[in-house]
């Protein structure tokens, strides 16, 4: 279950996602759970859930999922990047691949929302990964392979650093969707058979 909230004040971000999470929580049944926060910022849910929470601007959302359905999720939101970040972005978060695929959209799509999309994928992605790897992941180290913008979806390249943790193979499915000024993602590690 998803649950946003809108706010106006950046210093309630922090307070804004742990009320979307209180909140997903209550909506798949748990009620008098409270969402801890470990030594490293990360959240601490409940036994037997798995969840990602983001916040951002003026924008906060949380999902969480019985970890019998996922091994684990991530979601970001970011507000689409003005012109003057694109070039960090590229620079200092995408890898050679990445960047020739951005240029590929180019036309299409407009450059601020590509790039806001690589680097919230990236998000995603890490906040699923980290759960489960317990190891703090530089840009490059995640690599997104492809946006399919009929669908919403992506696919993401199975990076080293990911596979030596993980025994490789395909990481998950990962969804986009640009609302506004906002790019929203998430991506989901399917439960362990």
Partial sequence: MVRPVVYESRRLEFICGRLCAQRALQDIGIHDAEVQVAHDGSPIWPTGVVGSI???DTFAAAAVVSSTELRSIGVDSEKIVERQSVDTIRQECLTTREDAQLQSYLGAYDICVLCTLFFSAKESVWKAL??????FL????VEIAAFDFSTGNFRESNSPVASESLDAGHLG????RVSGSFVHTSFEMEAEP
């Fill in 54 to 56: 983001s916040h951002t």
């Fill in 130 to 135: 980290y759960p489960v790897t317990q190891e």
């Fill in 138 to 141: 530089e840009f490059r180290d």
């Fill in 173 to 176: 499915v990962g969804r986009f």
